[in-house]
């Protein structure tokens, strides 16, 4: 069983579209993230959600806008891409919220390209 | 505020060479956790070893080791008797055990590893 997934795996859109990633996991962690890796491989941070609350916003521009409709999932909303948002963007969750020794369990990615 | 920095980006060896990837933190806080992840060709991110800031005890894991030395703020990673399955981009990460952080990983650059056969 898949313990987070993300999908869809490509996502191939025009600029301007709006576009959404889903991400699922069932570990039963409280703490779920979004990471963006651009094509240096840097990876960073963007959102956290704790219980489908909003911990962390790494200065993301805002027409980023994550929805956690529960514990479990934790989706990414992109409004009028740019061409600068192609970047493999990662799901990851963690358990707790103060457990800072735990490790992120991470999606396998959904790579995004705005042509 | 945390940084993490891997100076090599990339190292290339031959199959049987060990080869040891740098890690660099920087912290404020005297309680904290670091991390190393692979990422095959493949694309996931695999989580390999936490280390917190109070256990400098080194460890070896089958071919992989790690070498903590708070004293130089390292934590260093090799891998012995490289294999081709071994080549992939290798993160160092670094969590603060304080609020104002987030409960957030903090990512190197990573180092690339090509291993040749």
């Known amino acids: 069983d898949t313990a987070v997934s993300q999908t869809p795996k490509y996502l191939v859109t025009q600029m301007g579209n709006d576009k959404s990633i889903k991400c699922e996991q069932n570990?039963?962690?409280?703490?779920m993230y979004w990471y963006k890796q651009d094509s240096k491989k840097f990876l960073k941070i963007m959102f956290s959600?704790?219980?489908?609350?909003?911990?962390i916003n790494e200065t993301v521009p805002n027409r980023f806008s994550p929805k956690s409709p529960d514990k479990a999932h934790l989706n990414l909303h992109i409004n009028s891409l740019e061409l600068g948002d192609s970047a493999v963007y990662f799901c990851?969750?963690?358990?707790?919220?103060?457990?800072?020794?735990?490790?992120?369990?991470f999606g396998n990615g959904t790579r995004l390209t705005v042509t | 505020a945390q940084k993490v920095t891997q100076a090599q980006t990339e190292i290339s060896v031959v199959e049987k060479e060990d080869v040891t990837l740098d890690c660099v933190y920087e912290?404020?806080?005297?309680?904290?956790?670091l991390f190393w992840y692979k990422q095959p060709p493949s694309g996931e991110l695999v989580f390999l070893i936490r280390?917190?800031?109070?256990?400098?005890q080194n460890e070896i894991s089958g071919r992989y080791s790690w070498n903590f030395q708070k004293s130089t703020s390292s934590f260093n990673f090799t891998i012995t008797a490289s294999q081709v399955v071994d080549s992939a981009v290798y993160f160092c990460?670094?969590?603060?055990?304080?609020?104002?952080?987030?409960?957030?990983?903090?990512f190197g650059g990573g180092t690339r590893v090509l291993v040749k056969p």
């Open positions: 959600y704790n219980n489908k609350e909003l911990i």
């Open positions: 570990l039963g962690h409280d703490t």
């Open positions: 912290t404020r806080d005297t309680t904290y956790y």
């Open positions: 280390r917190n800031s109070f256990d400098e």
């Open positions: 990460a670094l969590s603060e055990e304080h609020r104002a952080a987030g409960n957030k990983l903090t």
């Open positions: 990851a969750s963690r358990h707790g919220q103060i457990e800072y020794d735990s490790p992120l369990h």
